[in-house]
């Protein structure tokens, strides 16, 4: 069973600050992705990474950068936290082999700007 | 420009009827559809997906029907239970896009 876990579930900060959001894979895929969701917007796509290393920008890449130094990890930082920045974020993972669109979820990360 | 759309934001079902989630898309170009369900405070799960070149993907309860010419798909849950009620998302692959493009997502509702 493919599991992908984020570091927290609910998470406060305050405007400003250099905010870290960690997603760990456990099944070797290739792909990891970054989104958030919002209500009556979906999900939207932040960044993604195919290899260690590599990052790719989304649709919505501001404010935010991205690291994958170990194939298992994708952290997501907010640079500057902003009130705007307050959302559900979701990470997935996928192969790059057969079904490369069958992406797996984290549970999600609540994070609350203020 | 939204390449996906479920223009329903949500639907009300009553137990054991069937439920009809819709979802349109403008990008010929996309070659894999799948429908994700999501709970409140969790990741969406993956339910179910059809290629491009199929017009129908059943598994047990749900079955997904594309129709390429009018780039629409449409999700049955037949019949539809108290636990199917969430948020789902239409989402496609493929279309020179990375990774996948989702809808804004319908809420069911299944009513007792």
């Known amino acids: 069973d493919v599991k992908v876990t984020q570091s927290s579930r609910y998470l406060v900060k305050r405007t400003g600050e250099k905010v870290f959001l960690e997603c760990v894979q456990d099944?070797?895929?290739?792909?990891m992705f970054w989104y958030r969701q919002d209500p009556g917007l979906g999900l939207r796509l932040i960044y993604f990474s195919y290899d260690v290393k590599m990052k790719e920008k989304g649709d919505i890449p501001e404010g935010y950068s991205v690291s994958r130094e170990k194939k298992e990890r994708f952290s997501l930082i907010l640079e500057s936290a902003s009130t705007n920045q307050t959302s559900m974020y979701l990470c997935?993972?996928?192969?790059?082999?057969?079904?490369?669109?069958?992406?797996?979820f984290g549970p999600g990360t609540r994070l609350t700007v203020t | 420009d939204q390449q996906v759309k479920q223009n329903s934001p949500s639907l009300s079902v009553q137990e054991g009827r069937i439920s009809i989630l819709n979802c349109d898309y403008t990008?010929?170009?996309?070659?894999?559809f799948l429908w994700y369900k999501k709970y409140p405070a969790e990741g969406p799960t993956f339910l179910i997906s059809?290629?491009?070149?199929?017009d129908k993907n059943e598994d047990g309860r749900f079955t997904v029907f594309l129709n390429k010419s009018a780039k629409h798909l449409s999700l049955h849950i037949v019949p539809s239970q108290p636990g199917d009620s969430a948020v789902y998302f239409c989402a496609a692959g493929g279309g020179g896009a990375d990774g996948l493009t989702f809808g804004k997502g319908t809420h069911l509702i299944i009513q007792p």
């Open positions: 990008n010929s170009m996309f070659d894999y």
């Open positions: 997935a993972s996928t192969t790059q082999g057969r079904y490369p669109y069958e992406q797996y």
């Open positions: 059809i290629s491009s070149i199929k």
């Open positions: 099944m070797d895929h290739e792909n």
